[in-house]
């Protein structure tokens, strides 16, 4: 199985910063696409940043500019900057990654416990 545990949220005020940071463990054969996603109260879920293997990278426009997305493939950990934060941006934030417990198996979402992020205007 694959366990995904994200950190780094907090309180910041409107123009801070904070750095997410989501590490995976267990037994798998590929960690795959990494990605991040957040829920603020009575929405859904939104994809916020995503990242492949090899880099590519997307995002939402609404944090296009003030978000980046990174990963180190050695240590299976996928890391969100926040600049320029926004009290719109006020959300759980959840990474997910896509992993392959074996070679010939499927890839299957894994989701992290989710880490608040509240930005006070």
């Known amino acids: 199985q694959v366990q995904l545990v994200d950190s780094g949220g907090g309180l910041v005020q409107a123009g801070g910063s904070l750095r997410l940071s989501c590490a995976a463990s267990g037994r798998f054969f590929s960690i795959n696409d990494m990605g991040w996603y957040r829920q603020a109260p009575g929405k859904q879920r939104e994809l916020v940043a995503g990242?492949?293997?090899?880099?590519?990278?997307n995002y939402v426009d609404s944090v296009k500019g003030r978000f980046t997305i990174s990963r180190d493939n050695t240590k299976n950990t996928v890391y969100l900057q926040m600049n320029s934060l926004k009290p719109e941006d006020t959300a759980v934030y959840y990474c997910h990654a896509e992993a392959k417990l074996y070679s010939w198996s499927s890839r299957n979402w894994y989701w992290g416990q989710g880490t608040q992020v509240s930005v006070s205007s």
């Open positions: 990242i492949t293997t090899g880099g590519s990278t």
